[in-house]
């Protein structure tokens, strides 16, 4: 049996090997100006990729993913696998990152007809994550790229591997590859930033997605910029849960929602686009609720005029809804749930609406007596949305 090297031994051949991929590069951008504080040497040339295989110390996953070498393709001894489900127990690869700038990062996995065709990868690095979307039935032992993003010197790259999808699929770790495409340099003449891929956070992008089958509702269209993409995508859910994303009604179409007020859903005059002030328009609807919520959150008027001071609205515009939202998951001690969900954690998504079910009537486990949805449904709008910010 052939012995391995020691943990320590393998992080300093690693560091290495990542900062021999650029030793002649210079990366002259707005990133590089914020993360160069010092300069890192570089080693010999002749190393030319760093690869972190499922056997490697940085490669961490549960018992539930297995190994095989079935299939050709995989680099290493072997890949592993683990069939796809609705929870959360993602294969993850660390790698440090010694010198600022921006890096490739490439997956391999071994193709198959039993694969899953939108296996979720998510690439943390310095201006958040990127969740990249893949299928594996496809370019199997190959290294396809997943983008270019940036680090700053002494991070940790981090690469998750979600099961998260319908059962009925396998999801494939093999094996991740980083290469340095530009290394920040002390001294070099600052330009324009690049505009490689991933190199920025990504827009985000307005679509819609059928809730529960059937309803199409909007995500991708949170207008507070500053929010993390687990806020935005949260609020998106909580939109579907109210009604007021459902693109195929008089609510969703009423301003992507920010519009609606309660009772749209039966008459199409229940909207408002003067967002100065909180319109306070009461409906009784035909199941005999009375209320004047409004916006896409629905907020009656009393915590509209409690919580817009806390986060200085002046009006009910898009943004300042937002931002009422995200203060009032806070309140409800949801928040904390919320940022910890990322793409795949779905305990943290139960926990994060069973926080906020008294302060939205639609979400599981509400005590009002009103029609509710479950988390299973929800949690199809809160990753589509998740994926656009």
């Given at each position: 049996m052939s012995s391995r090297p020691s943990r320590s031994k393998s992080r300093r051949l690693l560091a290495l090997a990542i900062v021999a991929l650029a030793s002649n590069a210079a990366l002259a951008?707005?990133?590089?100006?914020?993360?160069?504080?010092?300069?890192?040497?570089?080693?010999?040339?002749?190393?030319?990729?760093?690869?972190?295989?499922?056997?490697?110390?940085?490669?961490?996953?549960?018992?539930?993913?297995?190994?095989?070498?079935?299939?050709?393709?995989?680099?290493?001894?072997?890949?592993?696998?683990?069939?796809t489900d609705l929870l959360g127990d993602?294969?993850?690869?660390?790698?440090?990152?010694?010198?600022?700038?921006?890096?490739?990062?490439?997956?391999?996995w071994t193709e198959g007809d039993n694969r899953s065709t939108a296996a979720q990868y998510i690439v943390h690095h310095a201006n958040g994550k990127e969740t990249v979307t893949k299928n594996q039935r496809r370019e199997g032992g190959e290294w396809v790229k997943l983008g270019t993003f940036p680090f700053k010197a002494g991070d940790t790259l981090?690469?998750?591997?979600?099961?998260?999808?319908?059962?009925?699929?396998?999801?494939?770790a093999d094996a991740i590859r980083v290469e340095a495409k530009e290394l920040c340099r002390a001294g070099a003449k600052q330009s324009k930033p690049t505009t490689s891929a991933r190199s920025t956070p990504r827009k985000q992008q307005k679509t819609t997605v059928l809730?529960?089958?059937?309803?199409?509702?909007?995500?991708?269209v949170v207008q507070a910029t500053e929010l993390s993409p687990e806020v935005k995508a949260f609020l998106d859910t909580v939109a579907a849960a109210e009604g007021t994303g459902d693109t195929s009604s008089t609510c969703?179409?009423?301003?992507?929602?920010?519009?609606?007020?309660?009772?749209c859903f039966e008459k199409?005059?229940?909207t408002f686009s003067d967002y100065s002030r909180h319109p306070e328009k009461f409906y009784k609807s035909?199941?005999?609720?009375?209320?004047?919520?409004?916006?896409?959150?629905?907020?009656?008027?009393?915590?509209?005029?409690?919580?817009?001071?806390?986060?200085?609205?002046?009006?009910?515009s898009p943004a300042n809804q937002d931002r009422a939202a995200k203060w009032l998951l806070g309140y409800r001690k949801a928040l904390k749930h919320v940022e910890a969900i990322g793409a795949d954690d779905y305990e943290a998504f139960k926990q994060a609406l069973y926080a906020s079910r008294k302060e939205w009537a639609s979400l599981p486990a509400a005590p009002y007596g009103q029609p509710t949805h479950t988390a299973k449904d929800l949690w199809v709008v809160y990753q589509a949305a998740y994926a656009r910010y």
């Open positions: 951008d707005e990133f590089c100006q914020e993360a160069l504080s010092t300069h890192v040497g570089s080693s010999p040339s002749d190393v030319a990729t760093t690869i972190i295989d499922n056997h490697a110390t940085g490669f961490h996953a549960s018992p539930s993913w297995q190994r095989r070498s079935a299939s050709g393709g995989y680099h290493g001894a072997d890949y592993a696998f683990r069939p993602a294969a993850e690869w660390r790698a440090p990152i010694p010198a600022a700038g921006h890096y490739n990062v490439l997956a391999r981090r690469v998750e591997l979600s099961c998260w999808s319908k059962p009925g699929a396998v999801v494939i809730f529960e089958g059937k309803k199409p509702v909007s995500i991708g969703g179409r009423a301003d992507d929602g920010y519009g609606a007020l309660f009772g199409s005059s229940r035909s199941a005999g609720y009375r209320s004047a919520a409004a916006g896409r959150y629905q907020f009656i008027p009393k915590t509209w005029k409690w919580v817009a001071p806390k986060v200085g609205a002046t009006d009910i």
